[in-house]
């Protein structure tokens, strides 16, 4: 952890899931002005408030050596857990430094933007759904499935088990598409 405590500024990048585990990341840059994003640690948590939540992010700053002073911003989803502007981490964590202006993390800012803007689109929504359907069609049995790897061959297409579409996060979307066509 040397190397990060080298680069004196950093972000927190913080990002939590509905199994109580929590991602703790920072972006610094260095003299040369290149840009690096570290992993700190995946924690598994007994509580999932915003108190609960700051006690993991400076207990990982402090094993990795990093002080909440160098903290020059915070980025997370729109859960108010993490982005209330009284009670969330990002306010927390702005009472302990008050330079660690907080943003809406851009790619869930991206993927709520995708989502409203398929919902308005009566045709991708439906093909949104049709790729679901014959996704879960062929998964839901082994018989289809070799089929499908019978036509690959066929066809001399390399063969690529069929990813589930993810309900939740466009960005996973593609590899399910991709593993349509």
């Known amino acids: 952890m040397n190397f990060i405590s080298n680069r004196k500024w950093f972000s927190l990048i913080c990002d939590q899931s509905t199994l109580v585990q929590l991602c703790v990341s920072i972006r610094s840059v260095n003299d040369n002005y290149e840009i690096f994003e570290d992993v700190l640690g995946l924690y598994e948590l007994s509580r999932q408030n915003a108190e609960a939540l700051v006690e993991a992010i400076f207990d990982t700053l402090t094993r990795c050596g990093l002080n909440i002073s160098d903290c020059r911003g915070q980025s997370y989803d729109g859960a108010s ?11 927390l964590v702005l009472r302990q430094q008050s330079k660690a202006f907080s943003v809406h993390c851009n790619a869930h800012c991206l993927d709520l933007a995708v989502h409203d803007l398929t919902n308005e689109c009566p045709t991708i929504s439906n093909c949104i759904l049709f790729t679901k359907d014959i996704i879960d069609f ?3 049995s082994p018989k289809r499935l070799a089929i499908l790897k019978e036509i690959s061959n066929q066809l001399s297409m390399p ?3 069929l990813t589930s579409l993810c309900p939740t996060r466009w960005t996973m979307r593609a590899e399910s598409y991709n593993s349509l066509l």
């Open 138 to 140: 062929v998964r839901r």
């Open 81 to 91: 857990s993490m982005s209330g502007i009284y009670g969330g981490v990002s306010a």
């Open 159 to 161: 063969y690529s088990n």
